[in-house]
């Protein structure tokens, strides 16, 4: 199948406003799971108006928080699908532009050094694009992620040494949620990166923090990990908006990577209650949109 | 906990009645403040064209569409969507914030520290937490924008609003000293110990 990049900048940019609007529905029931076993009357109180506000931004077809956030996107290229590389992130790129600009949407990119705002959600290596291949034929899948800032400054790396072993990430992730506390928007998804090497396993943090609740890390060490840190989380208090309770996040992921010998490093990135993200399958029988 | 209504600007009295726990509808007038506007205002010298004095400022960065200026937009702005942005970046801003502008209320999400809890006692100002991801609520909040100052900056403008009904915020942190972070800052560094023990780990210190 030869990918139509007009169908590309088209879905690139359809994904990125639908995912500010819209939550996924494992976002939702995640809201609906915390609001029934919250005990602490602000938290709860705090949850029933994020919930309120999903349905706003529905009936209103607003966007869910004024961050836009930095775009990202994460390709799966099927065995089967015939591309040319260079043009498939031009398309993307331009589809995220038109987004900001024809929506219109707040930009949020500015450059690093002098912080000058294009105005277009686009810059040096922004939108960031990752692409994965993948045994499924004729299969091409494009997920966005409006990354917001909030939750993305609650972004952590830790070269723990062999001799600190798995305690040492136990107690590396704790610690940054406590360090956290409000600033990142709980309740959260905590994102682990377990293992490989310092930006992979970065990286690894991100791919579980953007990971669909009620997923599990495919490694069953890595899923024995989660379940723990998931439990252990949300024994401290810190509550929706850091005001206190027991929702501080919906659940922690892990993704994990072999690593080194003599390397045990351990990531954090948190994804806020705004969990976004939107999906586009493309198939011989055409573009199916979802999350 | 007691419940009030504000009609901007307010006086220095009326922010001392104001104690930790208790919400607050604001009404007329606020201000959208952010990152790079404070660093214009502060580290660059650049002054305002408004007088923030006895208002309150909210910090967010909106969405916005430029339209032709009219009557209901004088500014050119119509508002798409405005939300709240992370306080605690902005945390050294706030004395100046107060004791050069006379600003006498925050509005945020996530709290701020120790130099704004003394510049709110010092001076007579308050924080107030908006829960942080719910803008297409709070949108509903805001009639329209008014005017615009510092437009270079867009969207880390000085933006004027026109609000209606702008709450229920809740009184996060007072100017008598008061904070709800503290609480649970406590809670959770108490707690520690216990939630690495359901993990089988020994508790020392925090890692860094």
């Known amino acids: 199948m030869k990918l139509d990049m007009e169908a590309v900048e088209e879905a690139a940019k359809h994904l990125y406003i639908q995912a500010l609007k819209i939550l996924p529905p494992d976002i939702k029931e995640g809201f609906q799971r915390l609001d029934a076993t919250e005990t602490d009357p602000t938290a709860k109180s705090i949850l029933a108006t994020m919930i309120q506000n999903i349905e706003v931004a529905e009936d209103t077809t607003n966007l869910l928080c004024q961050d836009t956030g930095i775009p990202i996107y994460n390709l799966e290229i099927g065995s089967g699908i015939d591309f040319d590389g260079h043009k498939l992130k031009e398309a993307i790129r331009k589809g995220c532009e038109r987004a900001t600009t024809e929506h219109p949407l707040r930009s949020s990119v500015v450059h690093p050094i002098t912080r000058i705002n294009e105005q277009t959600s686009c810059g040096i290596r922004v939108p960031v694009i990752n692409i994965d291949f993948t045994d499924k034929d004729e299969v091409f899948e494009m997920e966005m992620i409006p990354k917001g800032s909030g939750s993305e400054n609650g972004s952590y790396l830790k070269m723990c040494i062999p001799a600190e072993g798995v305690a040492g990430i136990k107690s590396f992730v704790v610690d940054k949620v406590i360090e956290c506390g409000g600033r990142v928007c709980p309740p959260t998804i905590v994102g682990v990166g377990v293992g490989g090497t ?7 943090a991100k791919k579980a923090g953007a990971r669909a609740l009620g997923s599990t890390c495919p490694d069953p060490e890595g899923a024995k990990l989660e379940k723990e840190l998931s439990a252990a989380v949300n024994m401290l208090g810190i509550g929706p908006q850091g005001l206190g309770g027991d929702s501080t996040a919906f659940a922690v992921h892990v993704e994990t990577a072999a690593t080194h010998i003599t390397m045990n490093p351990v990531a954090v990135n948190i994804m806020c209650h705004s969990a976004r993200r939107a999906r586009a399958t493309f198939t011989p029988k055409g573009v199916e949109i979802g999350f | ?82 939300g709240t942005t992370t306080s605690m970046r902005m945390e050294r801003f706030t004395r100046p914030l107060m004791e050069k502008n006379g600003v006498r209320m925050i509005i945020g999400k996530g709290g701020l520290g120790e130099d704004s809890r003394a510049a709110f006692k010092d001076l007579g100002g308050v924080y107030l937490a908006i829960i942080g991801g719910t803008a297409a609520l709070e949108t509903t909040w805001i009639e329209r924008i008014t005017d615009v100052d510092l437009e270079d900056l867009n969207p880390e403008c000085l933006w004027e609003f026109r609000i209606k009904h702008f709450g229920p915020l809740l009184v996060a942190m007072d100017a008598h000293g008061g904070s709800l972070y503290d609480g649970v800052k406590k809670t959770a560094a108490e707690r520690r110990a216990e939630a690495l023990a359901a993990m089988g780990v020994a508790a020392e210190g925090a890692s860094s």
């Open chain 1, 198 to 204: 310092s930006d992979l396993c970065t990286k690894l």
């Open chain 2, 1 to 82: 906990m007691t419940e009030h209504t504000i009609h901007m600007p307010c006086t220095e009295e009326q922010i001392r009645e104001l104690k930790v726990g208790d919400t607050v509808i604001l009404e007329d007038w606020l201000y959208g403040i952010r990152d790079a506007t404070q660093i214009h205002m502060f580290d660059k010298g650049r002054e305002t064209k408004f007088d923030l004095n006895g208002h309150a400022v909210i910090h967010t960065a909106p969405n916005v569409k430029k339209v032709p200026p009219s009557n209901f937009c004088p500014a050119g702005y119509e508002s798409v969507c405005i």
